[in-house]
């Protein structure tokens, strides 16, 4: 079935149980229950619980699963007791755990549970000699490829010919034994309970329908049962029935004040709140009454697990909660360690081992003396060639699927990291805005300079029409503080975003070079708006603990969303003249231009949905005066001396200098931008390793270095390498840099702080890209790009010698922002 059918979850709730679809239901579905293994176990309980409501024939039918699985449960108490009196005639301690040791309180009676076989606990020092004994009553030891388990030995199967008929619970499947050394494999799990070592001296004896046997403990036997689910929870296979089986008790024995108490004194924290989750799973799905003891557990249960039960509640009672692998996402929520939660990552990521054959069978050399096939000294080789090539066709197999499913673990697993930051509506809708303003805004200028060039137009023009944008954006910092404090967030950016798209869609369509300096110094105005109003809304549509993840989330998607805007803007051109060979190059440039100026129009449809409430400012003074910002500026001003210079023309420098084909330089564009995101990644590893200042400053020492190759190298492919990982580096500093600022000043200074750190990069920049411009059209690009490696690391002392200062507390906060 495709999920676990809600009806039958409904109707077999402990508290509001809603049965009466169960007798509306189409028998269409009921033969799909009655027919799926994973659905058809609750059948039994569902049978006890609401039979008057079941069709007649669907209770016909369970009836004859109820005959069946107690003829079953004769068939264990047998295979167990001469199981037992094996073992005991070697003396050796038992346990019985799983099963019918579950009775009283899972079930009414074993014989109305399933069971599938028999498992038994014995110390780890015996555990072999146990295996030895049952070995003799004919027992045959089995493991199937990829199943093997660190807590149990493999299956023991008794000599059988049976087959499967198409009945579940067929009282003639073998009853197998399963030898189990440990209650939890702590070194596996990388979860380490306490109490554990004490089930076993505190074992009883226990009797039941004829059976003597050894048990756990009452309080063990539920903590066992807890765990048991708790393991298959994390490994995303779980099993209805257990869950049943465990609601019926936290239900049934909510009262027990006596029990719950030895149950919190025997059982530590560590054990307890393990248990815990397990209650909680066995709530939410039967709606189960828990003991006060339990809930107080449950309600202690960190907020990483509780967050992924918000998540996650629906999906572990569909199957494909097991190919999915959602479990682990919990599994590494109960991680502490970094080694630990990247070693539970890739065990659960590609579960698929390499194993090295054996040379022969395991067979005595009795059996092989008596075999004429093992005489031939080849047939050791050949087994071991046979059993190489069968495991690497498995290992291929199960490789290929799950990396076919790579892609859908990593994206939900990043859908439910994102869901715990708490980011509501209005933040997505504001980020479907902000991802139509970045892809226009960097298809636009990917070609709008090479347009220029094919409009005849040189490198030195090209300098000043980008210095001109960034004296707009100067002339701008004033006006857009003051027009978002009158006119409020919404409306600002509705009126850039809806003036700005026209005034692109102009540039693109006026050649002369009044109009491009003219029309230049209005975009760069106009972008300037929304430059200052990102930081702000972003902050009214978070709270504290969403804050630093959205600032991430907005900044990083601009940049990411580089790879496809380049993509799309290199091949768009060649595209449209295949389409229409009437159209030229530069003309084909001029529709992609125009189209670029429509996705960004298009950012009005969600920003008209978008509900920022104005508040009134509480700024005494437009630019705050803060000790802080007059060392940070300085640097800052520096620093933007080389973000200004070659980032701006890099396309002029790949074009003019490299002579790059145009869909060539949009792969490295896009490579570019991939690494962007990659160093924005990176770079709070770096700061907690280096400290936040001393990370900064070495990233623009890298900047430094990597320019000075590239002002060394004239070939194509070298510098579009150097140059990937130069732009990598150069924008890993600025989320350290921007949440340093927005932590070295008060709450109400951000906005003004925020204007004044554009209107130093908007100077600073403005005269930097025309200096550029110039600089590369008369001196070569060598030299130029060898001075600005110079600057970078001037920029690098400057900013560790005027911030680096210990008693920046504000720092401090800083990493753990950035890893938010």
């Keep these: 079935m495709g999920k676990f059918p809600h009806f039958l979850l409904s109707a077999l709730r402990f508290q509001d149980a809603r049965r009466e679809a169960l007798r509306r239901l189409p028998d269409a579905e009921w033969n799909r229950v009655l027919s799926d293994w994973h659905v058809v176990r609750l059948t039994l309980p569902l049978r006890q619980v609401c039979g008057d409501e079941l069709p007649a024939w669907v209770r016909e039918r369970i009836d004859v699963f109820f005959a069946d699985n107690a003829l079953r449960f004769e068939r264990i108490k047998s295979a167990y007791s001469c199981a037992a009196k094996a073992l005991e005639e070697s003396g050796l301690d038992y346990l019985v755990i799983k099963g019918f040791s579950l009775w009283p309180g899972y079930a009414d009676h074993p014989k109305y549970r399933p069971q599938s076989d028999v498992d038994l606990f014995c110390p780890p020092e ?75 001296p505190r074992r009883v004896k226990r009797e039941f329908d004829g059976l003597t046997f050894p048990g756990l403990a009452p309080v063990d036997n539920l903590g066992y049962t807890a765990l048991n689910l708790l393991r298959n929870l994390l490994l995303s296979a779980l099993a209805t029935e257990q869950v049943y089986g465990l609601a019926r008790f936290l239900h049934s024995h909510a009262d027990d004040g006596e029990y719950w108490e030895r149950w919190r004194h025997l059982h530590p924290e560590s054990l307890r709140r393990l248990e815990a989750i397990s209650f909680r799973l066995a709530s939410e ?91 031939n000294p080849l047939s050791p080789v050949a087994y071991a060639c046979r059993q190489s090539i069968e495991h690497a066709t498995w290992f291929v197999m199960r490789g290929s699927y799950h990396i076919a499913l790579l892609p859908l673990r990593l994206w939900r697993g990043l859908s439910y990291r994102v869901s715990r930051k708490n980011l509501g509506r209005q933040f997505w809708t504001f980020f479907a805005a902000s991802f ?23 490198e030195d023009f090209l300098g000043l029409m980008m210095s001109f944008m960034n004296i707009g954006s100067i002339a701008c910092t004033i006006p857009a503080a003051i027009l978002i404090q009158r006119l409020g967030i919404r409306r600002s950016l509705l009126t850039c975003i809806a003036v700005l798209s026209a005034v692109f869609a102009v540039r693109a369509m006026i050649a002369p070079r009044s109009g491009v300096l003219a029309l230049a110094l209005l975009g760069g105005f106009l972008t300037t708006i929304w430059a200052v109003a990102i930081s702000p809304a972003i902050a009214q549509l978070t709270d504290e603990q969403s804050r ?121 564009f896009s490579f570019s931008n991939l690494f962007q995101v990659l160093g924005i990644l990176v770079a709070p590893f770096l700061f907690r390793k280096l400290g936040l200042v001393s990370g900064v400053a070495c990233t623009q020492l890298v900047v430094a270095l990597l320019l000075g190759f590239l002002a060394a190298t004239s070939g194509a492919l070298p510098a579009a390498m150097i140059y990937v990982f130069y732009t990598g580096f150069l924008w890993m500093s600025e989320p350290g840099m921007f949440s340093l600022l927005m932590s070295g000043v008060a709450p109400g200074e951000r906005a003004g702080a925020s204007a004044l750190n554009f209107l130093v990069i908007s100077l600073v920049q403005a005269g930097a890209v025309a200096a550029t411009g110039a600089s590369f059209a008369r001196y070569g690009y060598p030299a130029v790009l060898g001075t600005i490696a110079g600057v970078a690391l001037i920029a690098a002392i400057a900013f560790r010698v005027l911030l680096g200062r210990n008693d920046l507390m504000a720092a401090k906060s800083v990493p753990e922002v950035l890893d938010a």
């Excluded at 087959?163 to 494999?185: A, C, K, Q, V, Y």
């Excluded at 709606?287 to 996650?312: G, I, K, N, T, Y």
């Design 285 to 375: 799905w039967f709606a189960c009454r828990l003991s006060d003891q339990a809930q107080e557990e449950v309600d202690r249960l960190p907020r990483p697990v509780q967050e992924f039960f918000r998540h996650f509640s629906k999906a572990t009672l569909s199957p494909s909660f097991n190919p999915r692998k959602d479990g682990m996402w919990l599994h590494l929520d109960l991680l502490q360690s970094r080694a630990d939660k990247s070693a539970i990552l890739r065990q659960r990521i590609l579960p698929v081992r390499l194993q090295t054959p054996a040379i022969a069978p395991g067979a005595s050399g009795e059996a092989r003396a008596g075999n004429p096939a093992s005489r």
């Design 436 to 458: 139509c303003f970045d892809l226009g805004m960097t298809m636009y200028f990917f070609l709008y300079n090479l347009y220029l060039l094919d409009c005849g137009f040189k």
């Design 126 to 200: 015996t555990i072999f000699r146990a295996r030895d004994a049952l070995l003799a009553l004919g027992y045959t030891s089995s493991l199937q490829r990829g199943q093997g388990s660190t807590e149990h030995l493999p299956i023991l199967t008794p000599p059988n010919s049976w087959i499967w008929r198409g009945n579940p619970f067929d009282p003639e499947i073998p009853i197998s034994l399963e030898l189990h050394f440990t209650w939890w494999d702590s070194a596996n799990h990388r979860i380490h309970p306490q109490g554990l070592e004490d089930f076993w």
């Design 548 to 668: 630093p993840f959205g600032f991430s989330v907005v900044f990083s998607s601009g940049i990411g969303v580089g790879i496809l805007a380049n993509l799309a803007a290199s091949r768009l051109p060649g595209l449209f003249v295949r389409m229409s060979p009437a159209l030229s190059a530069t003309q084909a440039k001029q529709v992609v231009l125009l189209v670029a100026s429509a996705i960004v129009a298009l950012g009005l449809i969600p920003l008209s949905l978008l509900r920022i409430q104005a508040q009134p400012s509480c700024e005494q003074k437009l630019y705050p005066r803060n000790p802080f910002l007059l060392r940070f500026l300085p640097a800052l001003a520096v620093w933007s001396l080389v973000t200004g210079s070659l980032s701006p023309l890099a396309n002029v420098y790949f074009s003019q200098y490299l002579h790059t084909p145009l869909e060539r330089m949009g792969v490295i």
